[in-house]
């Protein structure tokens, strides 16, 4: 499932938690595509904590709490960690993860806590939702089985990785654009994970995850041309590190960005990875006009040079990435009917 859908299941269990309605998620996915990232993000969104219990780091006591002797009976200390309406929040995500990175005797620890929500004399919340997440089996990391009283406790979802939705992360984000060029031109780069590889000791792979940190890289280093490379290799892997270096250096031939957002003729650059680059660029610069005064005279310079790409694919590509940061007020710039007429027999849906 993609995550935009994935991102809308979730805010709908956690609004279903205060009404009892909420059932129990398991995301499934492969490292580094961004299953801790979402959950956080829906408790942005609802401005509620969330409480991060990493289970492949607990003993069963942890969860249980510790026995301590009442008079002639033994009682337990609630773990203070475990979501608390007065000390956390009336409402808020039990994010359980690493869950099967989890020793059997801690998951099966955690069975009553997710199904019944309680663990002995300790009620989790009503406005909390609970979610977890892990690797598969197949992803060569430290994981076990879940076990079917486990798997039964949850709905599960598997992630897949949907470029669209990771450069719109990326541009809300202000990841550099000429990170959201490269993958647009190269997209089987976005996630490239091979889990042999990384037994026989290739540790860097790409990943949504390892692209911010590519990011960072062109930050620091991307005024030293032989530094960047080797950085770029250490957070993607030594493939799309080259890759993504070597693409950068080519953009010293790109065309005046200024020139196009104030309406001069500018000719379409013949290279498929420039026009790539002058899309992407394009799209950050019209999505961070929102709400400017001179907003919707620049979004229709570019609409213009939109369709000059001699692939309308690209102009369609560059549109639909403004359109999925500034939303329906792009539908009201006078020339955006006439971009639309010259695509209207070219049919995409998201």
Request: contains cysteine.
């Amino acid at each position: 499932m993609r995550p935009a859908q994935l991102s809308q299941i979730l805010d709908r269990e956690f609004l279903s938690a205060a009404a009892l309605q909420h059932t129990p998620v398991m995301l499934w996915g492969p490292p580094g595509v961004g299953k801790s990232q979402i959950v956080a993000q829906v408790a942005a969104r609802h401005h509620v904590p969330v409480v991060d219990i990493r289970l492949s780091q607990m003993e069963p006591s942890d969860l249980r709490g510790i026995p301590f002797r009442m008079g002639d009976h033994v009682d337990w200390a609630i773990p203070s960690m475990l979501p608390d309406a007065k000390r956390h929040a009336p409402s808020g995500v039990l994010f359980l993860d690493e869950i099967t990175s989890a020793a059997p005797s801690v998951s099966a620890a955690a069975y009553q806590l997710i199904l019944d929500r309680r663990l002995g004399d300790y009620q989790v919340p009503d406005g909390w939702a609970i979610f977890a997440a892990g690797n598969r089996l197949g992803d060569r990391g430290v994981t076990y089985a879940m076990p079917a009283p486990l798997a039964n406790r949850f709905s599960h979802y598997e992630l897949d990785v949907s470029l669209d939705d990771w450069a719109d992360w990326a541009y809300r984000n202000e990841i550099d654009s000429r990170i959201v060029a490269f993958l647009r031109f190269k997209p089987e780069l976005l996630f490239n994970f091979d889990p042999l590889k990384n037994a026989a000791g290739e540790m860097a792979f790409p990943s949504p995850r390892s692209w911010e940190f590519a990011h960072r890289a062109v930050q620091k280093f991307g005024e030293q041309t032989d530094l960047l490379r080797g950085s770029l290799i250490a957070c993607v892997g030594q493939v799309a590190g080259i890759e993504c270096a070597a693409f950068i250096d080519s953009l010293d031939r790109l065309p005046d960005l200024d020139a196009i957002c104030t309406g001069q003729c500018v000719d379409v650059p013949i290279e498929i990875d420039l026009q790539y680059a002058v899309a992407a660029a394009l799209a950050s610069r019209a999505r961070t006009l929102k709400n400017k005064p001179d907003a919707k005279v620049v979004w229709g310079h570019i609409l213009n040079y939109a369709q000059s790409f001699p692939q309308r694919e690209m102009g369609v590509m560059l549109v639909s990435d403004i359109h999925r940061g500034i939303g329906k007020d792009l539908f009201t710039v006078p020339q955006f009917a006439n971009w639309a007429n010259t695509v209207s027999e070219l049919m995409f849906y998201e």
